[in-house]
């Protein structure tokens, strides 16, 4: 399921209905109210429905730039070309008003299909970076292993596994552990030595 944020200052029955086919839709009438929603929770998706008089284009580009959601401008009369390339370059999608059912469905399924793999992807980064930051603590615990308690790189390596096995914790956690006890024990004798 999906969170869209939908931004029009008029009923718009029609976004509510094609994005609540999706997930929860929240309505708002202002860009402030929509970039307030951003920053306490996020949402997959902004729509940013253009006012009657036009405006709602910068609107879309702050929602981009704010968010990690997939925003989407509907323009409501011709969008000058300058607009749409200004608001394409910046990643915001353009959808016509005028559009039939059978085309918005399509572009609601594009944009589905889009926002899933992305959430993977995201995924993925999150279990790599914490794969880095694990690897590092063990090695800068391995490192400290070796410089204070004179191990080989192998017994450190094997006291981490050890330990992380014996306590049923992972590797960073006692890596972390490792690398914290020797942080005190320094900052100790730093204060003792001033």
Known sequence: MYTTVLVSDAKCERMNRLFGKVGTVLTLSSEEECLGALAEGGADFVVVVQS?????????????E???????????????DILRDKLTACGVCVLASDEDDGACEAFLGQL????????????????????????????????????RRKMTERS???????????????????????INGYERKDGKANRIGA
Not at 52 to 64: I, P, T
């Open 112 to 147: 589905v299909a889009v926002r899933a793999a992305y959430r993977a992807i995201l995924r993925e980064n999150a279990g790599l970076r914490r794969k880095v930051l694990e690897a590092q603590a063990v090695g800068r615990a391995k490192c400290l292993l070796v410089e």
């Open 66 to 80: 704010a968010s990690d959601a997939t925003v989407v401008f509907v323009s409501i009369m011709a969008l000058p």
């Open 156 to 178: 450190a390596h094997r006291f981490i596994e050890k330990t992380a096995m014996e306590n049923r914790l992972t590797r960073y956690a006692v890596a972390k552990d490792i």
């Open 52 to 64: 009657e008089d036009g405006r709602g284009v910068r609107a879309a580009l702050k929602c981009a």
